[in-house]
């Protein structure tokens, strides 16, 4: 398996512009999350998936964001407009459960460097 | 609510030194604890996990036991290599299979 895939690794835009982040998680994985890392804020969970629908977008900070799954290959974060205190790096994260209902723990993708100017 | 608390750093240790990196969690229940390592520029990568208490751990000479008396789950590794230089996370599997995670714990290994 190729494990969580982010694209693109790196992107740089202009303040006011919209931008696209893409996740294809790992196959069978029915849990899906995006996660925000900053220096000052650490790690931020933005909202995750079960089976395709968002169980908890809590962490999602403004109506500027928002994120889709449509299939269970397939999930986008998009921010419209940026902002360049949207500038961070965002992870996305793939999981199950074991039968026991335990939780094998996440699958993190590389993430992506977000820079707004 | 569930969280975490890693003690803060950086850690800074020479070579073939003991490591210890604390953390300590408060939850309903008893939930899975897990440590995650980041290389710088990568992400996180699960290290090693223990799903009830007294089960320990262990990875790439890493462990940690899960104590269920003092609510901890401390990272040891007996002998430290430059490679080992990271950001080290404390998480825990909170309600609804989300992971909760400590503010991390910054490792550097001196030669």
């Known amino acids: 398996d190729a494990g969580v895939i982010q694209s693109p690794r790196h992107e740089v835009t202009e303040m006011g512009q919209e931008v696209t982040l893409r996740c294809k998680p790992i196959?069978?994985?029915?849990?899906l999350f995006w996660y925000r890392q900053t220096m000052m804020r650490g790690l931020e969970l933005l909202i995750y998936?079960?089976?395709?629908?968002?169980?908890?977008d809590s962490g999602m900070p403004e109506d500027r964001f928002s994120a889709k799954m449509p299939n269970a290959s397939f999930s986008t974060l998009k921010i419209q407009p940026s902002e360049p205190r949207d500038s961070a790096v965002y992870f996305c994260?793939?999981?199950?459960?074991?039968?026991?209902?335990?939780?094998?723990?996440?699958?993190f993708g590389s993430g992506t460097r977000l820079t707004v100017v | 609510g569930d969280s975490v608390t890693q003690m803060e750093g950086p850690v800074t240790l020479s070579e073939e030194a003991f490591l210890t990196i604390n953390c300590t969690y408060t939850a309903t229940g008893y939930p899975s604890l897990f440590w995650y390592v980041q290389y710088p520029g990568e992400g996180l990568q699960l290290l090693l996990k223990a799903t009830k208490a007294d089960d320990k751990g262990s990875n790439k000479g890493f462990e940690a036991t899960y104590r269920k008396e003092t609510t901890s789950f401390h990272l040891e590794k007996g002998s430290v290599q430059v490679s080992d230089s990271a950001v080290y996370f404390c998480a825990l599997a909170g309600g609804y299979n989300k992971l909760i995670f400590g503010a991390g714990t910054r490792l550097a290994v001196h030669p």
């Open positions: 196959s069978g994985h029915d849990y």
């Open positions: 994260a793939s999981s199950t459960r074991g039968w026991t209902g335990t939780i094998y723990g996440y699958t």
């Open positions: 998936f079960n089976n395709n629908v968002p169980i908890d």
